[in-house]
């Protein structure tokens, strides 16, 4: 059974960093791009980055290039995302699944950027 857990948000000041992990099971990781979706209040789910299966290729939204880092680790069945600069407007749910997504989804991890 298809399990995706995401942890790592919390609260945090204009300019910080947080690092977000996804413990994926029930699936044969390696073979799935993945990636990273946030949704902030009433808003749509949006994709924020994805990584192929070896790692080697990502992808970003405009507004967060240069900013967040997407890594995997094949081996611990994990997905992170490296989140600096952050903006009030980063604030979301962030929610991980392979690329393109499908169902079942993560109960997702909090957000919040704030002074």
């Known amino acids: 059974q298809v399990q995706l857990v995401e942890s790592g948000g919390g609260l945090v000041q204009p300019g910080g960093s947080l690092r977000l992990s996804c413990a994926a099971s029930?699936?044969?990781?390696?073979?799935?791009?993945m990636s990273w979706y946030r949704q902030a209040p009433g808003k749509e789910r949006e994709l924020v980055a994805r990584?192929?299966?070896?790692?080697?290729?990502?992808n970003y939204a405009d507004s967060m290039k240069g900013r967040f880092t997407i890594s995997r680790d094949n081996a611990k069945n994990t997905v992170y995302l490296q989140m600096n600069s952050l903006k009030p407007e980063d604030t979301a749910v962030y929610y991980c699944?392979?690329?393109?997504?499908?169902?079942?989804w993560g109960p997702g991890t909090q957000v919040t950027v704030s002074s």
């Open positions: 699944n392979a690329f393109p997504p499908t169902p079942p």
């Open positions: 029930g699936f044969t990781f390696s073979k799935y791009a």
């Open positions: 990584i192929s299966t070896t790692g080697l290729n990502t």
